[in-house]
């Protein structure tokens, strides 16, 4: 190990090294760019005059907001001027050749403050104002993280960024809880339209598919308007890929990571997979054999002539590729690899970006399952230790073109692609309460993962037609989850022998075979007129959409039988047993068991239409209001595969729901906003939930059926938030909210004789919570601190929920937090950067209090999860007379603190994930 980790940190020091003697090729010529937001509502202006002063070149800002302007290398004033806005004057922008100065500029209307702006111009901080400023303007209560943002994190997907934002939490390191709600009370759009779920059994978009690389902006909507979808309870994460560059660009990444637990240690469990695994396309391999026929596998009986003969049998079982058992590998490092380039040539603009991730993870875990003893002591059941490796292969590809039909027009295809390739091998061994002795369970198991949106939109600025804006787009999004041939064994231990034996149980030579798709086809339009009348000014804004949203999902289930095994040594690993001469009658038999709910379609649409006035009454006052109507169809049809005459269990929902939202904003001064607002929301049941299919994923442990009967749950939103802007760089905000549910849908236990969980509508809940955000500059304190700047935000969140007396049979309490909330959450970030040297060090930490995993059921108290803190590291560093080079180093959990779970003050489960420690080398073809 020692070897292999000198050679690892010698090759790190040598791209270092490279890159110090990388010279960037001179030029007299450099650019200034940037993007103008409207404070008053926070959109961004087009036809805004750029004038470099006293005379020099002019420009105009473009429908976005960007403008670009190129400059001898030297320092200029710029006036930017727009019809109904105050002049803004920026002083000493300093323009360096080869490179591009981002200079974003905040535009007030007339109607909110008389007279000139002057601004000093401050490098490194544009990106920053910009999203300030958009967030004073905007209607509703919102956060974002910018890309000027994410290039200053230790992540490297958007499940890492998100822990940034104020009141949000990730569990199971993909799903994101915004104020203390589970993942199912969150929506995600992509470029404007809603992202299909890749998961069979959660109404959930995995955050981890998303290479950061590939993102220009997060926003995170907390407060509802009726131009946003109506199923908005938590928030609204809106992810807007990499944006048409300002100027040409080129960069290139290449990075390593080392994980504590994992990298060049011996102990990694992998298995015989497919030669195309480490490209993330391993699902070939495993594919079901080509023989194997459509019709159930079962054997043919005396009276039913529809299965087949035992030849036949064991044709297809010796069909199945023998690889069932695990064995340990040295761990690798991590490899990532980023390309973006673009450029805009004539009125045609391009954009593509490439990001590839592979990671390496073994974590061994501790795990108890309790049950309620005839003393109401909670008493062990099965008591595990897990053994987990785990290989990512994560891809993700960006390419969007626009065209500028005049200064007015544009047409953009925007089309993004992601793929996640997981290879995980799973060991688990200890005491099993049903067999009364232990066991080992060996699974193989690969997903495969996959995301696609294209769009196609228009904007068009019609100023002759009543000062309006039309804009519509056609989005079709693609998710799909392939699990092919996952496999299973499970040998018991003869306490007689000391030996563990292979043991006939339902999850023992078991191969399963999942396949989901789901499409979504989005069109929408939107018109926006402008209007302007004495003191009023603001906008009118209607639009449509017909969303139709499809999924098909099909699980097959096989298991080698015990026939005939008397002869056989079952003590032998699983690979030895079923070779090819052991398959058959007398040995192992093929058999399905795939069951009558195993394979569902579904389909939903959702029409809506929706007006919003959105109105300036003078300097101080703004109101937003309007109305949305969703009418939503659902429909579930779960059928046997093999019995097409058997009856369906078929689940319909069909609602129309009137969803009205209401907003004040009060501006106290220039630098201050007082803004509340209330609206009515929903939450619909996910197709799983509302499909009778049922899976375990532990042996001995839960399975989860859903429930055709769920309701939709209908919410109320209350919000209100202070924001002060000390200067275009800070804030300090307080914020409230409030959220009344009816009908909330919890997952409960089943009062049945095995271990099944389900999908019930609660009577109701209420959660409600403060927020503080900070972030503030040091030099106030002590001039010597000018390059330090601090920020922390904190959430506190409570919440109830109200369990029917119905379900007190069943669920432990009547009266308790939601599950997954979090009552605390923190974070904090302490920043250096020098100016002239552009170097910039980081130190990051996040908090999230203790929540419950579990709902305890059958008298057993609930399951917690407790507290967790983490401390992540950066240091960044810019290379090269140029800057073209770039170095970045970063250390990920540093407290590396336990993961607990723990039940009635008793251990249910514990693991550390370990440390990672990265570094990434980047060269920009075209300067910084």
Sequence with gaps: MRGRLALWVGSVFVSVMLATSGLAVADQIGRTAGVIVNVGDGSFLSNVSITVLPAGPTAQSDLDGNYLISLPAGTYDFEFRAAGFMTQR??????????????????????????????????????????????????????????????????????DLMQRVTGVSIVDNRFVYVRGLGERYSSTMLNGSVVPSTQPDKKVVSFDLFPASLLENIRTEKSYTPDQPGEFSAGLVKLETVDFPRNPTLKVSYGQGFDTSTTFKNNFLTYSGGKNDWWGSGVGSRSLPAGIPSQRLVRRGAFDTSGFTPEQLQQFGQAFSNTWDARSSEGLPEQKFSLVAGDTIGRFGLVFAVAKNNTYHQQREKRNLYVLGGDNQLNAKNSYDFDIGQATVRTGIVGNLAYQVSQNHRLIFRNFYTRDGADETRILEGANGDLARDIRDTRLRYTLEGVYSGQLSGEHLMPKLWNSMFEWRVTYSRSTLDEPDMRETVYDLDQATGEYTLFSDSQSGLRTFTDLNERIWDPAVDWTKFFTLGRLSGSFKIGASHRTRERDFDYRRFRFMFRNVRSLDLTLPAEQLFVPENIGPNGFEIREETRNTDHYEAKQITRAFYGMLDTNL????????????????????????????????????????????????YRARMDMNLRVSISQTLNRPEFRELAPFEFTDVIGGYSAIGNPDLERTRVRNYDARWDWFPSSTELISVGFFKKDFENPIERVIQPTSSLRTTFVNAQGAANWGLEFDIRKGLAPLWAPLEPLSASVNYTLVDSNIEIGQQDLVVVTSL?????????????????????????????????????????????VPDIFESGYPRLDALFSQPLGEGRQWGLKLSAENLLNHIHEYTQGGLPVRTYTTGRKFSVTLSYSFFGE
């Excluded at 000139?116 to 209560?141: H, M, P, Y």
């Design 618 to 665: 003078g300097r101080r006052w703004r109101v937003i209001g309007g109305l949305r109507v969703e009418n939503d169809t659902q429909n579930v049809r779960t059928f046997d595969l093999y019995k097409p005459d058997f009856p369906p269990v078929i689940s319909r929902l069909n609602k129309t729901d009137p969803l009205p939202a209401a907003s004040l904003i």
């Design 815 to 859: 009266s308790r937090p939601l599950a997954g909330q979090s009552r605390h959450v923190l974070n904090g970030v302490l920043e250096f950067h020098h100016e002239n040297r552009g170097s910039l060090a980081r130190l990051l930490f996040n908090y999230r209090g203790r929540r419950i995993s579990d709902v305890g059921a059958l008298g």
């Design 90 to 159: 920026v002083t000493g922008i300093v323009v360096k050749t080869e490179q591009t100065t981002v200079q974003d500029v905040a535009f007030n209307p007339e109607n909110m403050q008389l007279g000139e702006v002057t601004v000093v111009a401050e490098a490194q901080k544009a990106s920053e104002v910009a999203l300030l400023a958009e967030r004073r303007g905007a209607a509703t209560v919102q956060d974002s993280i910018g890309a000027h943002e994410i290039s200053k994190t230790t992540g490297s997907n958007a499940s």
